[in-house]
Protein backbone atom coordinates (compact mmCIF):
# COMPACT_ATOMS: atom_id res chain seq x y z
CA UNK A 1 0.00 0.00 0.00
CA UNK A 2 3.07 2.27 0.93
CA UNK A 3 5.00 1.83 -2.88
CA UNK A 4 1.68 2.24 -4.20
CA UNK A 5 0.88 6.06 -2.13
CA UNK A 6 4.43 6.61 -3.28
CA UNK A 7 4.23 5.44 -7.24
CA UNK A 8 0.68 7.99 -7.20
CA UNK A 9 2.25 10.70 -5.72
CA UNK A 10 5.58 10.81 -8.17
CA UNK A 11 2.76 9.93 -10.92
CA UNK A 12 1.00 13.44 -9.48
CA UNK A 13 4.31 15.39 -9.43
CA UNK A 14 5.41 14.90 -13.01
CA UNK A 15 6.13 17.62 -15.13
CA UNK A 16 3.29 17.30 -17.15
CA UNK A 17 1.26 18.13 -14.27
CA UNK A 18 2.88 21.31 -12.64
CA UNK A 19 1.02 23.36 -15.25
CA UNK A 20 -2.14 22.43 -13.52
CA UNK A 21 -1.21 21.86 -10.20
CA UNK A 22 0.05 25.63 -10.66
CA UNK A 23 -3.25 26.67 -12.35
CA UNK A 24 -4.95 24.99 -9.49
CA UNK A 25 -3.40 27.54 -6.99
CA UNK A 26 -4.51 30.02 -8.99
CA UNK A 27 -7.62 29.30 -9.00
CA UNK A 28 -8.14 28.79 -5.84
CA UNK A 29 -7.08 32.07 -4.66
CA UNK A 30 -9.01 33.84 -7.36
CA UNK A 31 -12.30 31.70 -5.55
CA UNK A 32 -10.95 32.94 -1.67
CA UNK A 33 -11.11 36.50 -3.07
CA UNK A 34 -14.82 36.64 -4.65
CA UNK A 35 -17.33 38.03 -3.46
CA UNK A 36 -21.20 37.14 -4.59
CA UNK A 37 -23.27 40.52 -4.90
CA UNK A 38 -25.71 40.77 -2.37
CA UNK A 39 -27.91 41.54 -5.85
CA UNK A 40 -26.90 38.81 -7.92
CA UNK A 41 -29.63 36.08 -9.46
CA UNK A 42 -27.92 33.71 -6.97
CA UNK A 43 -28.57 35.68 -3.76
CA UNK A 44 -31.94 36.93 -4.58
CA UNK A 45 -33.78 34.67 -6.32
CA UNK A 46 -32.33 30.88 -6.56
CA UNK A 47 -31.13 30.53 -3.13
CA UNK A 48 -34.32 31.02 -1.66
CA UNK A 49 -36.93 29.00 -3.72
CA UNK A 50 -36.50 25.40 -2.14
CA UNK A 51 -37.70 27.78 1.32
CA UNK A 52 -41.33 27.23 0.15
CA UNK A 53 -41.03 24.92 -2.61
CA UNK A 54 -40.19 21.39 -3.32
CA UNK A 55 -37.59 21.23 -6.54
CA UNK A 56 -40.12 19.04 -8.49
CA UNK A 57 -42.93 21.77 -8.24
CA UNK A 58 -39.60 24.56 -8.55
CA UNK A 59 -38.58 22.33 -12.16
CA UNK A 60 -42.26 22.17 -13.51
CA UNK A 61 -42.66 25.71 -12.71
CA UNK A 62 -39.58 27.04 -14.46
CA UNK A 63 -40.07 24.76 -17.02
CA UNK A 64 -43.82 26.12 -18.13
CA UNK A 65 -42.86 29.86 -17.33
CA UNK A 66 -38.95 30.60 -17.88
CA UNK A 67 -36.59 28.14 -18.88
CA UNK A 68 -34.96 24.92 -20.12
CA UNK A 69 -32.43 24.56 -18.18
CA UNK A 70 -33.87 22.22 -15.73
CA UNK A 71 -30.53 20.03 -14.78
CA UNK A 72 -28.78 23.46 -14.29
CA UNK A 73 -31.09 25.13 -12.09
CA UNK A 74 -31.42 22.05 -10.18
CA UNK A 75 -27.88 22.25 -9.24
CA UNK A 76 -28.21 25.91 -9.29
CA UNK A 77 -30.74 25.92 -6.83
CA UNK A 78 -29.07 24.18 -4.46
CA UNK A 79 -25.26 25.19 -4.83
CA UNK A 80 -26.54 28.88 -3.96
CA UNK A 81 -27.63 27.98 -0.59
CA UNK A 82 -24.02 27.78 0.33
CA UNK A 83 -21.53 29.93 -1.20
CA UNK A 84 -18.33 27.99 0.47
CA UNK A 85 -19.26 24.82 -1.39
CA UNK A 86 -19.99 26.38 -4.68
CA UNK A 87 -16.50 28.20 -4.15
CA UNK A 88 -14.84 24.36 -4.03
CA UNK A 89 -16.63 23.24 -6.41
CA UNK A 90 -15.85 26.05 -8.63
CA UNK A 91 -12.60 25.77 -7.88
CA UNK A 92 -12.81 21.73 -9.02
CA UNK A 93 -14.61 22.57 -11.95
CA UNK A 94 -11.70 25.05 -13.39
CA UNK A 95 -9.06 22.43 -12.93
CA UNK A 96 -11.58 19.38 -14.44
CA UNK A 97 -12.11 22.15 -17.39
CA UNK A 98 -8.35 22.42 -18.08
CA UNK A 99 -7.85 18.45 -17.54
CA UNK A 100 -10.71 17.85 -19.91
CA UNK A 101 -9.02 20.07 -22.51
CA UNK A 102 -5.64 18.68 -22.06
CA UNK A 103 -6.71 15.29 -22.34
CA UNK A 104 -8.66 15.93 -25.71
CA UNK A 105 -5.52 15.73 -27.06
CA UNK A 106 -2.80 13.02 -27.66
CA UNK A 107 -0.84 11.51 -24.91
CA UNK A 108 2.75 12.29 -26.30
CA UNK A 109 1.47 16.02 -26.59
CA UNK A 110 -0.06 16.24 -22.76
CA UNK A 111 3.35 18.31 -21.38
CA UNK A 112 3.14 21.26 -23.91
CA UNK A 113 -0.67 21.10 -23.99
CA UNK A 114 -1.16 21.38 -20.04
CA UNK A 115 0.96 24.41 -20.85
CA UNK A 116 -0.54 26.24 -23.16
CA UNK A 117 -4.27 25.26 -22.13
CA UNK A 118 -3.68 26.56 -18.53
CA UNK A 119 -1.85 29.41 -20.05
CA UNK A 120 -4.99 30.42 -22.41
CA UNK A 121 -7.01 29.70 -19.75
CA UNK A 122 -5.35 31.87 -17.36
CA UNK A 123 -5.42 34.94 -20.10
CA UNK A 124 -9.09 34.53 -20.04
CA UNK A 125 -10.85 37.80 -18.30
CA UNK A 126 -12.55 35.83 -15.56
CA UNK A 127 -14.43 38.84 -14.57
CA UNK A 128 -16.51 38.11 -17.80
CA UNK A 129 -17.96 35.82 -15.71
CA UNK A 130 -19.71 38.26 -12.84
CA UNK A 131 -22.38 40.26 -14.37
CA UNK A 132 -24.72 37.73 -13.66
CA UNK A 133 -23.20 36.68 -10.25
CA UNK A 134 -20.41 34.61 -9.98
CA UNK A 135 -22.61 31.60 -8.88
CA UNK A 136 -25.18 31.72 -11.58
CA UNK A 137 -22.66 32.29 -14.47
CA UNK A 138 -20.81 29.61 -13.45
CA UNK A 139 -23.25 27.09 -13.18
CA UNK A 140 -24.88 28.10 -16.24
CA UNK A 141 -21.22 28.70 -18.33
CA UNK A 142 -18.40 26.89 -16.77
CA UNK A 143 -19.98 24.11 -15.27
CA UNK A 144 -21.35 23.12 -18.78
CA UNK A 145 -18.26 23.41 -20.67
CA UNK A 146 -16.28 21.09 -18.73
CA UNK A 147 -19.06 19.01 -18.62
CA UNK A 148 -19.49 18.89 -22.51
CA UNK A 149 -15.57 18.71 -23.11
CA UNK A 150 -14.96 15.92 -20.82
CA UNK A 151 -18.07 14.13 -22.65
CA UNK A 152 -16.04 14.86 -25.93
CA UNK A 153 -12.79 12.41 -24.64
CA UNK A 154 -14.85 9.77 -26.44
CA UNK A 155 -15.41 11.19 -29.96
CA UNK A 156 -11.76 12.25 -30.13
CA UNK A 157 -10.58 8.55 -29.33
CA UNK A 158 -13.38 7.72 -33.10
CA UNK A 159 -11.30 10.60 -34.78
CA UNK A 160 -7.81 8.48 -33.90
CA UNK A 161 -9.92 4.93 -34.27
CA UNK A 162 -9.05 4.00 -30.66
CA UNK A 163 -11.82 2.11 -28.99
CA UNK A 164 -13.32 3.73 -25.72
CA UNK A 165 -14.11 1.50 -22.29
CA UNK A 166 -17.95 0.81 -22.15
CA UNK A 167 -17.93 1.44 -18.87
CA UNK A 168 -17.23 5.30 -19.52
CA UNK A 169 -19.90 5.51 -22.27
CA UNK A 170 -22.15 6.05 -19.22
CA UNK A 171 -20.22 8.72 -17.65
CA UNK A 172 -19.93 10.63 -21.05
CA UNK A 173 -23.71 10.49 -21.51
CA UNK A 174 -24.09 12.19 -18.08
CA UNK A 175 -21.69 14.62 -18.59
CA UNK A 176 -23.02 15.57 -22.02
CA UNK A 177 -26.64 15.36 -20.53
CA UNK A 178 -25.68 17.83 -18.48
CA UNK A 179 -23.60 20.32 -20.65
CA UNK A 180 -26.10 20.19 -23.99
CA UNK A 181 -28.87 21.54 -20.74
CA UNK A 182 -27.03 24.96 -21.77
CA UNK A 183 -27.69 25.85 -25.99
CA UNK A 184 -24.26 26.65 -26.64
CA UNK A 185 -22.77 23.96 -25.34
CA UNK A 186 -25.77 22.04 -27.16
CA UNK A 187 -24.86 23.43 -30.31
CA UNK A 188 -20.86 22.53 -30.23
CA UNK A 189 -22.18 18.99 -28.74
CA UNK A 190 -23.69 18.44 -31.82
CA UNK A 191 -21.57 19.50 -34.08
CA UNK A 192 -18.32 17.97 -33.29
CA UNK A 193 -20.83 14.68 -33.55
CA UNK A 194 -22.05 14.62 -35.72
CA UNK A 195 -18.82 15.14 -37.53
CA UNK A 196 -17.45 12.35 -35.86
CA UNK A 197 -20.43 10.13 -36.71
CA UNK A 198 -20.41 11.15 -40.20
CA UNK A 199 -16.38 10.73 -40.65
CA UNK A 200 -16.51 6.83 -38.87
CA UNK A 201 -19.47 5.94 -41.49
CA UNK A 202 -17.93 7.64 -44.48
CA UNK A 203 -14.49 5.29 -43.08
CA UNK A 204 -16.37 2.42 -42.25
CA UNK A 205 -15.49 2.05 -39.20
CA UNK A 206 -16.97 -0.33 -36.63
CA UNK A 207 -19.64 1.25 -33.66
CA UNK A 208 -17.61 -0.13 -31.28
CA UNK A 209 -15.33 2.75 -31.98
CA UNK A 210 -17.72 5.62 -32.47
CA UNK A 211 -20.50 4.69 -30.23
CA UNK A 212 -19.56 7.17 -27.45
CA UNK A 213 -20.02 9.65 -30.13
CA UNK A 214 -23.10 8.32 -31.57
CA UNK A 215 -24.65 8.64 -28.02
CA UNK A 216 -23.06 12.01 -27.20
CA UNK A 217 -24.95 12.78 -30.53
CA UNK A 218 -28.51 11.45 -29.49
CA UNK A 219 -28.15 13.25 -26.22
CA UNK A 220 -27.61 16.73 -27.53
CA UNK A 221 -30.60 16.08 -30.60
CA UNK A 222 -32.86 15.53 -27.93
CA UNK A 223 -31.81 18.41 -25.69
CA UNK A 224 -31.98 20.51 -28.68
CA UNK A 225 -35.87 19.57 -29.47
CA UNK A 226 -36.33 19.81 -25.78
CA UNK A 227 -35.48 23.55 -25.80
CA UNK A 228 -37.28 24.04 -28.97
CA UNK A 229 -40.03 22.36 -27.36
CA UNK A 230 -40.25 24.11 -24.22
CA UNK A 231 -43.16 26.37 -23.07
CA UNK A 232 -41.03 28.05 -20.65
CA UNK A 233 -37.93 29.67 -23.29
CA UNK A 234 -40.97 31.01 -25.64
CA UNK A 235 -42.61 32.51 -22.07
CA UNK A 236 -39.02 34.24 -21.40
CA UNK A 237 -38.39 35.21 -24.77
CA UNK A 238 -42.16 37.24 -25.08
CA UNK A 239 -41.11 38.83 -21.87
CA UNK A 240 -37.59 39.68 -22.66
CA UNK A 241 -38.65 41.22 -25.91
CA UNK A 242 -41.35 43.94 -23.54
CA UNK A 243 -38.36 44.69 -21.12
CA UNK A 244 -35.36 44.60 -23.15
CA UNK A 245 -36.27 45.06 -26.89
CA UNK A 246 -40.03 45.83 -27.69
CA UNK A 247 -39.53 45.86 -31.66
CA UNK A 248 -37.44 42.55 -31.53
CA UNK A 249 -40.65 41.32 -32.85
CA UNK A 250 -40.57 42.72 -36.34
CA UNK A 251 -36.95 41.99 -36.78
CA UNK A 252 -36.12 39.45 -40.06
CA UNK A 253 -34.14 36.65 -40.12
CA UNK A 254 -31.59 39.04 -41.72
CA UNK A 255 -31.80 41.45 -39.17
CA UNK A 256 -30.97 38.58 -36.21
CA UNK A 257 -27.73 37.55 -38.13
CA UNK A 258 -26.65 40.96 -38.66
CA UNK A 259 -27.11 42.17 -35.00
CA UNK A 260 -25.76 39.10 -33.43
CA UNK A 261 -22.47 39.24 -36.26
CA UNK A 262 -22.14 42.99 -35.72
CA UNK A 263 -22.42 43.13 -32.20
CA UNK A 264 -19.91 39.85 -31.80
CA UNK A 265 -17.49 41.34 -34.31
CA UNK A 266 -17.03 44.42 -32.29
CA UNK A 267 -16.50 43.31 -28.97
CA UNK A 268 -13.82 41.19 -30.79
CA UNK A 269 -12.14 44.48 -32.18
CA UNK A 270 -12.45 47.02 -29.39
CA UNK A 271 -12.35 44.79 -26.03
CA UNK A 272 -8.95 44.10 -25.71
CA UNK A 273 -9.60 40.80 -24.83
CA UNK A 274 -5.84 38.90 -25.40
CA UNK A 275 -7.17 35.54 -26.50
CA UNK A 276 -8.22 37.38 -30.00
CA UNK A 277 -5.04 39.16 -30.21
CA UNK A 278 -3.19 36.38 -29.27
CA UNK A 279 -4.92 33.82 -31.53
CA UNK A 280 -4.86 36.39 -34.77
CA UNK A 281 -1.12 36.98 -34.81
CA UNK A 282 -0.46 33.33 -34.29
CA UNK A 283 -2.14 33.09 -37.14
CA UNK A 284 -0.09 36.05 -39.23
CA UNK A 285 3.50 34.42 -37.78
CA UNK A 286 2.25 31.14 -39.65
CA UNK A 287 1.20 32.42 -42.67
CA UNK A 288 4.71 34.37 -42.28
CA UNK A 289 6.56 31.44 -41.90
CA UNK A 290 4.61 29.40 -44.65
CA UNK A 291 4.54 31.67 -48.03
CA UNK A 292 6.23 34.98 -48.71
CA UNK A 293 3.50 36.04 -51.04
CA UNK A 294 2.87 39.12 -50.32
CA UNK A 295 -1.20 39.27 -50.77
CA UNK A 296 -1.35 36.64 -48.05
CA UNK A 297 0.76 38.41 -45.57
CA UNK A 298 -1.21 41.18 -45.70
CA UNK A 299 -4.62 39.17 -45.06
CA UNK A 300 -2.49 37.88 -42.21
CA UNK A 301 -1.86 41.10 -40.32
CA UNK A 302 -5.00 43.08 -41.03
CA UNK A 303 -6.76 41.32 -38.43
CA UNK A 304 -3.69 41.96 -35.68
CA UNK A 305 -3.15 45.44 -36.81
CA UNK A 306 -7.04 46.45 -36.81
CA UNK A 307 -7.51 45.25 -33.47
CA UNK A 308 -4.58 47.05 -31.76
CA UNK A 309 -5.19 49.90 -33.80
CA UNK A 310 -8.88 50.19 -32.32
CA UNK A 311 -7.91 49.29 -28.71
CA UNK A 312 -4.51 51.02 -28.98
CA UNK A 313 -6.01 54.19 -30.46
CA UNK A 314 -9.18 54.39 -29.61
CA UNK A 315 -8.93 57.92 -28.36
CA UNK A 316 -7.03 59.07 -31.08
CA UNK A 317 -10.15 57.63 -33.54
CA UNK A 318 -12.52 59.87 -31.60
CA UNK A 319 -10.43 63.00 -31.90
CA UNK A 320 -8.86 63.00 -35.08
CA UNK A 321 -11.75 60.54 -36.74
CA UNK A 322 -14.58 61.41 -35.37
CA UNK A 323 -17.35 59.88 -37.70
CA UNK A 324 -15.08 56.89 -38.25
CA UNK A 325 -15.15 56.54 -33.97
CA UNK A 326 -19.00 57.10 -33.99
CA UNK A 327 -19.67 54.42 -36.52
CA UNK A 328 -17.49 52.09 -34.51
CA UNK A 329 -18.59 52.88 -31.42
CA UNK A 330 -22.36 52.41 -32.03
CA UNK A 331 -22.28 49.61 -34.64
CA UNK A 332 -25.38 50.91 -36.26
CA UNK A 333 -27.76 48.09 -37.21
CA UNK A 334 -28.94 48.40 -41.02
CA UNK A 335 -32.30 48.46 -41.44
CA UNK A 336 -35.38 49.50 -43.43
CA UNK A 337 -34.95 52.93 -41.62
CA UNK A 338 -31.21 53.70 -42.23
CA UNK A 339 -30.02 50.98 -45.49
CA UNK A 340 -29.49 54.29 -47.73
CA UNK A 341 -26.61 55.51 -45.35
CA UNK A 342 -23.93 54.14 -46.94
CA UNK A 343 -21.55 54.74 -44.19
CA UNK A 344 -23.31 52.39 -42.07
CA UNK A 345 -21.98 49.35 -43.95
CA UNK A 346 -18.27 50.41 -43.28
CA UNK A 347 -18.48 48.35 -39.73
CA UNK A 348 -20.54 45.20 -40.85
CA UNK A 349 -17.65 45.46 -44.32
CA UNK A 350 -14.97 45.51 -42.68
CA UNK A 351 -15.78 42.96 -39.98
CA UNK A 352 -16.69 40.84 -43.02
CA UNK A 353 -12.81 41.59 -44.14
CA UNK A 354 -11.25 40.78 -40.96
CA UNK A 355 -13.53 37.34 -41.09
CA UNK A 356 -12.12 36.80 -44.67
CA UNK A 357 -8.79 37.57 -43.98
CA UNK A 358 -8.51 34.80 -41.24
CA UNK A 359 -10.23 32.04 -43.49
CA UNK A 360 -7.57 32.95 -46.14
CA UNK A 361 -4.79 32.37 -43.84
CA UNK A 362 -6.18 29.29 -41.71
CA UNK A 363 -6.59 28.28 -45.21
CA UNK A 364 -2.52 29.13 -45.98
CA UNK A 365 -1.25 27.38 -42.72
CA UNK A 366 -3.23 24.19 -42.41
CA UNK A 367 -1.41 21.86 -44.64
CA UNK A 368 -4.45 19.21 -45.74
CA UNK A 369 -7.87 19.15 -46.18
CA UNK A 370 -8.78 17.16 -42.96
CA UNK A 371 -6.91 19.92 -40.90
CA UNK A 372 -8.85 22.61 -42.74
CA UNK A 373 -12.31 20.94 -42.53
CA UNK A 374 -11.34 20.47 -38.42
CA UNK A 375 -10.34 24.29 -38.50
CA UNK A 376 -13.38 25.56 -40.15
CA UNK A 377 -15.43 23.98 -37.55
CA UNK A 378 -13.72 25.26 -34.48
CA UNK A 379 -13.71 28.65 -36.02
CA UNK A 380 -17.35 28.37 -37.38
CA UNK A 381 -18.61 27.22 -34.01
CA UNK A 382 -16.96 29.55 -32.18
CA UNK A 383 -18.39 32.70 -33.89
CA UNK A 384 -22.21 30.79 -34.23
CA UNK A 385 -22.11 30.40 -30.33
CA UNK A 386 -22.05 33.94 -30.22
CA UNK A 387 -23.89 35.13 -33.33
CA UNK A 388 -26.70 33.34 -32.36
CA UNK A 389 -27.57 35.64 -29.33
CA UNK A 390 -28.76 38.49 -32.41
CA UNK A 391 -31.60 35.42 -31.88
CA UNK A 392 -32.49 36.99 -28.29
CA UNK A 393 -33.81 40.46 -27.12
CA UNK A 394 -31.24 40.17 -24.30
CA UNK A 395 -28.22 39.91 -26.83
CA UNK A 396 -27.17 43.94 -25.35
CA UNK A 397 -28.05 42.64 -21.57
CA UNK A 398 -26.25 39.35 -21.36
CA UNK A 399 -22.46 40.95 -23.05
CA UNK A 400 -19.60 39.37 -22.19
CA UNK A 401 -20.73 36.08 -20.58
CA UNK A 402 -22.29 35.03 -23.61
CA UNK A 403 -18.55 35.23 -25.37
CA UNK A 404 -17.00 32.14 -22.96
CA UNK A 405 -17.81 29.55 -25.33
CA UNK A 406 -16.27 31.51 -28.34
CA UNK A 407 -13.11 32.17 -26.77
CA UNK A 408 -12.59 29.02 -25.41
CA UNK A 409 -13.27 27.19 -28.84
CA UNK A 410 -10.58 29.93 -29.93
CA UNK A 411 -7.99 29.01 -28.08
CA UNK A 412 -8.44 25.30 -28.85
CA UNK A 413 -8.01 26.07 -32.16
CA UNK A 414 -4.75 28.16 -31.53
CA UNK A 415 -3.82 24.92 -29.71
CA UNK A 416 -3.99 22.81 -32.42
CA UNK A 417 -2.28 25.27 -34.82
CA UNK A 418 0.50 25.13 -32.23
CA UNK A 419 1.03 21.80 -32.45
CA UNK A 420 0.80 21.45 -35.43
CA UNK A 421 3.92 23.51 -36.50
CA UNK A 422 5.59 22.98 -33.65
CA UNK A 423 8.52 21.54 -35.33
CA UNK A 424 8.15 24.71 -38.01
CA UNK A 425 8.69 27.35 -35.34
CA UNK A 426 11.48 24.99 -33.89
CA UNK A 427 13.48 25.43 -36.17
CA UNK A 428 13.22 29.15 -36.10
CA UNK A 429 14.48 29.17 -32.83
CA UNK A 430 14.51 32.83 -31.73
CA UNK A 431 10.76 33.34 -32.94
CA UNK A 432 9.80 30.35 -30.93
CA UNK A 433 11.64 31.52 -27.58
CA UNK A 434 9.80 34.97 -28.13
CA UNK A 435 6.58 33.72 -28.42
CA UNK A 436 7.13 31.72 -25.37
CA UNK A 437 8.09 34.99 -23.36
CA UNK A 438 5.72 36.71 -25.13
CA UNK A 439 2.43 33.93 -23.72
CA UNK A 440 4.24 33.39 -20.24
CA UNK A 441 4.01 37.47 -19.97
CA UNK A 442 0.49 37.42 -21.43
CA UNK A 443 -0.48 34.51 -19.02
CA UNK A 444 0.48 36.93 -15.56
CA UNK A 445 -1.06 39.67 -17.07
CA UNK A 446 -4.26 37.79 -17.42
CA UNK A 447 -3.97 36.60 -13.43
CA UNK A 448 -2.64 40.01 -12.35
CA UNK A 449 -5.87 41.82 -13.65
CA UNK A 450 -7.97 38.79 -12.94
CA UNK A 451 -7.01 39.37 -9.56
CA UNK A 452 -7.52 43.15 -9.07
CA UNK A 453 -10.59 42.97 -10.84
CA UNK A 454 -11.94 40.09 -8.96
CA UNK A 455 -10.79 41.72 -5.54
CA UNK A 456 -12.20 44.94 -6.12
CA UNK A 457 -15.69 44.05 -5.21
Known amino acids: MKNKGKAFIDYMTRKEFLAIWIFAVVQIVYHMIMREPEASDAMWFFRHQLDTLSMKEYLITRYETWSSRLLIEAVLVL ?6 LWKILDSVCWVFLAWSMIWLFPKEQRKTVSVLVTGFLLIYPMWDLRTAGWIATSVNYTWPLALGVFSLHGTVRAFYKQSTPVFLWPLYAAAALYGANMEQMAAVLLTINLCAVLYCVLEKTSVRIYGSALIGLVI ?26 PNFGSFHLLDKLSMGFGDTMHHLTVSGN ?8 LLAVFVFLKTKDIKYRLAALFPPVFNLCMVGFWNVLENYFPEFFKLMKNNPLIRGNNYQIAANYLPTVL ?13 VVCESVFELFGQGILL ?48 HAGLYEVMKVSFFLCAIAGVIVNLSEIGSV
Open 380 to 427: ALSLATRVIMGFTPTIYVSQERTFFYLYMLLGISGICLILKNRKLLQK
Open 79 to 84: VSRNIF
Open 351 to 363: YLALIGCMLISVT
Open 220 to 245: AAAEFIFILACPGNAARKSQEIINWM
Open 274 to 281: LIYLCYVS
